[in-house]
């Protein structure tokens, strides 16, 4: 990561999110704000190293989560993005702005000059190779603004066990149809992500593989997270991937 210190503890992270987060629904169910937490907190925790100052405009892209921690803990003027109107009731109750952006469409982008925008655990549900969606996105970056980006490392171990066990990785590969999720369309590897933020256009400030602190959501999960929990010491076997992605200052296209 970038060398900035962390400013914002995990006692801190875990008052508010105990306040904003959980109890509300905003694109999932309780429980997966329960069990996601950790997930969060490693997400957030490298967004607060960026070193951003309060103001910095932010956008989230999904479901809206980072975006009410960000303002809440950094001070960022953060608003949500996503293709439907579920998260809004719960981001504008939380006193944050709301805009449709779809992630297919080539349209008009909702909003430009963006500091930072947040992808987290999204890429993967997308049907479409990932430069056409960073190309989408550095539509709404200022030049020399950021691309934080999370993703499901396409070599975790979670993988190769599924596939030892003949089980499936994936969800059914097809475009979204109203009022359906899409499951992981595709998880990628490192050096399939570097050459799609390259062909997007973007510098690569960072890229890493990680611990995204997430156990798992049963008690078998958990259990088999600590048997292998020892493999994560090899970075390719991490279970996610993190990139800062940079639209270079000169691009004023």
């Known amino acids: 990561m970038p060398q900035s210190t962390t400013s914002v503890s995990y006692k801190e992270f875990s008052r508010v999110y105990a306040e904003s987060i959980q109890g509300r629904t905003f694109v ?17 925790r490298r967004i607060d190293a960026l070193g951003l100052p309060p103001g910095s405009k932010v956008l989230d892209i999904g479901g809206g989560i980072m975006a009410v921690l960000a303002a809440r803990l950094l001070g960022f003027d953060a608003m949500v993005g996503d293709v ?18 779809d992630l297919f469409s080539d349209g008009a982008p909702p909003v430009t000059g963006l500091d930072l925008v ?15 969606v960073l190309q989408r996105i ?44 899409l499951g992981h369309q595709h998880e990628y590897t490192m050096k399939q992500m570097l050459w799609q933020a390259g062909h997007a256009g973007f510098e690569v400030e960072l890229a890493e593989y990680y611990e995204d602190g997430f156990k798992g959501a049963t008690l078998p999960a958990r ?31």
């Open 84 to 101: 439907n109107e579920r998260a809004r009731a719960d981001v504008e109750e939380l006193g944050l702005g709301f805009v449709i952006f």
């Open 223 to 253: 259990i088999a997270w600590m048997v292998v929990k020892p493999l994560s010491r090899i970075p390719r076997l991490r279970n996610s991937m993190v990139m800062v992605l940079r639209r270079p200052a000169g691009d004023g296209a």
């Open 118 to 132: 947040i992808l987290t655990e999204v890429i993967e549900h997308i049907p479409q190779p990932p430069y056409l």
């Open 28 to 44: 999932e169910d309780l429980s997966y704000y329960k069990a996601c937490k950790p997930r969060f907190w490693e997400a957030f």
């Open 138 to 181: 550095a539509k709404l970056i200022a030049p020399g603004g950021r691309l934080f980006l999370t993703t499901p490392n396409g070599h975790r171990i979670r993988n190769i066990l599924y596939m030892m066990a003949g089980k499936e990785i994936l969800g059914i590969y097809r475009y979204p149809e109203p009022g359906m999720a």
